[in-house]
C-alpha cells in the first residue's frame, strides 16, 4: 500500500551537534561520509566513502552485514538510518532504509547544497548496477530532513557550484523569482525545495508523468555522466544548456528566451564544456535511461519559456541528430 507522504523540512541555524542530541542515539545507525570520520560522538556509525562506488550494489552486498550487526537489539519499528553526507550517502542510506526488515525510518541530513535542495527531498533511492547508474532502487520518504546551515556553509566551491545546476533547474522550470536573489543559496533554498515538493506530493511515485519535468537537463548528463567523469551537478548544468538548444531548434523555445537561459547558466558557474561523445556511445548511454520508452522513444523535457516545460516522446536517433548538429558527437 502506497503512503501518501508529509514532508516538513527542518531548517536549523544551529550547530549539527544540537541537532544530534535530539535523535534517539540508541536506536540510530547513522551512515557518515567518511569525511567526518571522528567529528561526532557517534554510537553506532558507519563511515563510507562518498561516490558512485558506494552506491554499487556490490558495495550494498558488502555493506549490509554491518549495518545488519549495528542493527542488533533495535526493534524495528524504533529504526532509524540516519544519512549524513551527499546525494551518494542519501540514496545509498535510503535504500538501506527501504530494504532493512523490509523498510525502517530515514532520516536526512544532507552535507552538500545539491542534496539540501534536491537529492535529499523526494523519496528516491538509488544503487548503480556497474556502469548502469541509479537503476536499481525505490520510493521511501524520509520522515525527517534536517538542513543545517553551519555544515553546508563549510563545503569547498565545487559542490556550491554543483548544487547550482538543480537551482537553476527549479528556476526555469517553475520558480523564475529564484533567479532574482540567486546568489544568496540560503535564502533561496526553501522557494528551490518547496518547488521540487510541489511536483512530488502531486506524483509522489512518477505515476502521472508530472513529476518527469523534474527530469529537465537531465536526458542529456546521463549520457554525459557515463562518458566523462563529470560531478552529477556538473553534468546536470551541461544538460541544460542541451535542453535549452534543442527546445530553441525546435521552435519551442522564443529565439530570444534561449540566449537570455544561456547567460544565467553561463554566469552562475555552468558554461557549456563541448565535450564531446563518440556517437555509438551516445546512443548506447540513452538507450540506458530511465525514461526510454518503448521503440526506442524517450520522455525528453523541452523548455517553452522561463516557468514552463513541454515534455514529449521523442526517438533516441532524433536526439543523436541534435547532439551531431550542436557538435557534442566525435
Ligand atoms: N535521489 C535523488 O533524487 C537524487 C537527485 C540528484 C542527485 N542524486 C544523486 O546524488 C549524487 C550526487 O550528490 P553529491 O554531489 O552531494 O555527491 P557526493 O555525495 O558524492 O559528494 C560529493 C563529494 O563531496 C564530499 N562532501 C560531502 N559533504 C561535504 C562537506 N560538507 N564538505 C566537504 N566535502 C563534502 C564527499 O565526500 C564527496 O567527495 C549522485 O549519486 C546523484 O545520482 C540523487
Redesign the pocket.
Known amino acids: 500500500m502506497k503512503r501518501a507522504i508529509e514532508i516538513a523540512p527542518v531548517y536549523e541555524a544551529k550547530e549539527l551537534a544540537e541537532v544530534l542530541a535530539e535523535l534517539p542515539q540508541d536506536s540510530c545507525i547513522f551512515l557518515v561520509?567518511?569525511?567526518f570520520r571522528s567529528r561526532w560522538n557517534l554510537q553506532k556509525a558507519l563511515y563510507c566513502k562518498?561516490?558512485?562506488s558506494l552506491?554499487q550494489v556490490t558495495t550494498f552486498a558488502e555493506l549490509m552485514p554491518k549495518i545488519i550487526e549495528l542493527s542488533a537489539g533495535i526493534g524495528k519499528k524504533d529504526l532509524n538510518i540516519v544519512a549524513i553526507?551527499?546525494?551518494?550517502?542519501?540514496?545509498f542510506a535510503?535504500f538501506v532504509a527501504s530494504t532493512l526488515k523490509r523498510g525502517v525510518r530515514l532520516i536526512q541530513i544532507p552535507?552538500?547544497w545539491?542534496?539540501a535542495v534536491?537529492?535529499a527531498h523526494?523519496g528516491?533511492?538509488?544503487l548503480n548496477c556497474g556502469a548502469y547508474?541509479?537503476q536499481i532502487g525505490s520510493f521511501h520518504q524520509a520522515e525527517k530532513i534536517y538542513l543545517v546551515k553551519d555544515?553546508?556553509a563549510?563545503?569547498?566551491q565545487n559542490?556550491l557550484e554543483?548544487a547550482y545546476a538543480?537551482i537553476l533547474k527549479m528556476a526555469f522550470l517553475k520558480e523564475p523569482q529564484i533567479l532574482e536573489q540567486v546568489d544568496d543559496i540560503w535564502s533561496i533554498l526553501p522557494q528551490a525545495i518547496q518547488a521540487k515538493y510541489n511536483y512530488v506530493l502531486r506524483d509522489p511515485f512518477e505515476d502521472s508523468g508530472l513529476r518527469t519535468e523534474l527530469n529537465l537537463g537531465h536526458t542529456y548528463a546521463h549520457v554525459l555522466e557515463l562518458e566523462h567523469q563529470l560531478?552529477?551537478?556538473k553534468a546536470v548544468g551541461q544538460g541544460l544548456h542541451f535542453a535549452i538548444a534543442w527546445s530553441a531548434a525546435k521552435g519551442y523555445l522564443k529565439n530570444e528566451s534561449a540566449p537570455q537561459l544561456q547567460t544565467i547558466l553561463n554566469d552562475n558557474y555552468h558554461p557549456w564544456m563541448g565535450l564531446k561523445i563518440p556517437a555509438q556511445n551516445f546512443l548506447a548511454n540513452l538507450l540506458q535511461d530511465k525514461k526510454m520508452q518503448k521503440d526506442k522513444q524517450l520522455r525528453f523535457v523541452f523548455l517553452e519559456d522561463l516557468g514552463k516545460a513541454r515534455v514529449e516522446n521523442v526517438a533516441a536517433e532524433e536526439m543523436l541528430e541534435f547532439a551531431k548538429e550542436w557538435q557534442c558527437l566525435c
Not at 553526507?85 to 540514496?91: H, K, L, T
Open positions: 561520509d567518511e569525511v562518498a561516490g558512485e552506491k553526507g551527499g546525494g551518494s550517502i542519501g540514496d535510503g552535507t552538500t545539491l542534496a534536491d537529492s523526494g528516491k533511492t538509488a547508474k541509479n555544515l553546508l563549510e563545503q569547498p559542490l554543483d538543480e560531478s552529477h551537478g
